[in-house]
Nanobody, 127 residues
Framework: QVHLVESGGGLVQPGGSLRLSCAAS????????IGWFRQAPGKEREGVSC??????STYYADSVKGRFTISRDKNTVYLQMGSLKRKDTAVYYC??????????????????????WGQGTLVTVSS
């Protein structure tokens, strides 16, 4: 059974950094795509960054490109967030894609069909 647990959220000042972790269990991480998504109050969920299981290719939304880095180590997927802005405030979720679609597709479209999600971790960027 797929199980995902996010951690690492918190309160950070603008310009600061945070590292989110997504601990995965119950499935072979190397064969699944994993994505980070976020949902701000009153807004739809959106893809932030995704990494494919097969070749480790990555995708970043334009809004975070150059500031966020996704990586994978054993059973954990990380999202290193830097130069944080107030508009990055949201609940961040990770999700698993058993089809291991391309990272672009998972982040931009495929996430709407994913069934396995973590509970989310809140990131608040504020002074």
């Amino acid at each position: 059974q797929v199980h995902l647990v996010e951690s690492g959220g918190g309160l950070v000042q603008p310009g600061g950094s945070l590292r989110l972790s997504c601990a995965a269990s119950g499935f072979p991480l190397d064969y699944y795509g994993i994505g980070w998504f976020r949902q701000a109050p009153g807004k739809e969920r959106e893809g932030v960054s995704c990494i494919s299981g097969g070749d480790g290719s990555t995708y970043y939304a334009d809004s975070v490109k150059g500031r966020f880095t996704i990586s994978r180590d054993k059973n954990t997927v990380y999202l290193q967030m830097g130069s944080l802005k107030r508009k990055d405030t949201a609940v961040y979720y990770c999700a698993a894609d058993p089809a291991d679609s391309s990272a672009w597709y998972t982040c931009e479209q495929g996430y709407r069909y994913l069934e396995d999600w973590g509970q989310g971790t809140l990131v608040t960027v504020s002074s």
